[in-house]
């Protein structure tokens, strides 16, 4: 393959600090900087710190962002977007406005001839019962229906942004938290997990979001876990030429 694939995640534009615009730009300058050269662009999830559709209104702003995702597709550049926990709630703007491909579970994919395993990983190996709890609300057809016919526009997006932004002051109070190591991350427990159960298509590569760090951890069997970072305080990203994958960093 010519041209390279791009894989970007969690940058929570909107979040709750004062440089979200700033950083909408950077990520803006950073998709102009790849564009001629990238055969397709994978947004990991958790872009947007939060987005919810209703039936004739969506979120102002990330005009930047989102003209930018269309410049991509309208010049023929897939670009494919993983719902992450913040921004899951898409229901075909996105598709139809900017002509993503929203996913919105893991996908298995080759790639220049190794296979991908895609996911944004949030509740991927997590046995938490508050993690699934959450992820049943937030993924329940009931609750969303109650949400989206029930609340008011602005109501909705009171809630959700509040919702957002303790989740945002958390991880600012408490820190952010870096690699816990081989035994404590989720994620590479259900890589572990995933290969066990596949040993006749052992993907070359598992592709998360989620965790805000970077990662390129090597497993036993040449398989590995790679996490590209986030766009709050890494910026940085994993590229694929065809043969190779690394983890760089932008700092235009």
């Known amino acids: 393959m010519s041209k390279k694939v791009y894989f970007v995640a969690d940058s929570h534009l ?6 979200s615009l700033d950083r909408e730009r950077k990520l803006v300058r950073f998709l102009s900087s790849i564009q001629d050269d990238c055969s397709e662009l994978y947004l990991m999830g958790d872009m947007l ?20 995702l269309a ?25 139809k406005e900017l002509n993503v491909q929203v996913i919105d579970k893991p996908i298995v994919r080759q790639l220049g001839g ?7 990983g949030d509740g991927l190996g997590d046995p938490s019962t508050g993690a699934a709890f959450l992820r049943w609300m937030f993924h329940s057809p009931v609750l969303r229906w109650m949400y989206s016919n029930i609340f008011p526009p602005n109501l909705g997006m009171w809630i959700g ?8 002051l958390k991880r600012k109070r408490d820190g952010e938290v870096r690699y816990l190591g ?17 040993q ?6 598992f592709i998360f979001g989620h965790r805000h760090i970077v990662l390129d951890f090597q497993l036993g069997c ?31």
Request: aromatic share 22%; proline share 3%.
């Open 14 to 19: 909107g979040a709750l600090d004062s440089d």
């Open 182 to 198: 081989e035994e404590q991350e989720h994620l590479i427990g259900y890589a572990k997990s995933y290969i066990a159960s596949h």
């Open 71 to 95: 410049d991509f597709t309208d010049a023929g550049i897939p670009v494919y977007w993983f719902a992450g926990n913040h921004d899951m709630w898409m229901y075909g703007y996105m598709q």
């Open 200 to 205: 006749s298509e052992i993907p070359d590569f």
């Open 114 to 120: 190794k296979l991908f395993y895609m996911a944004h």
């Open 49 to 68: 710190d939060f987005w919810y559709e209703y039936k004739h209104v969506v979120p102002k702003g990330f005009v930047r962002f989102l003209s930018k």
């Open 161 to 168: 942004k509040k919702w957002s932004q303790h989740s945002f």
């Open 222 to 252: 040449g398989s590995r876990v790679v996490i590209p970072g986030d766009w709050i305080k890494e910026f940085s990203y994993a590229v694929f030429d065809g043969e190779h994958l690394d983890i760089e960093y932008y700092d235009g």
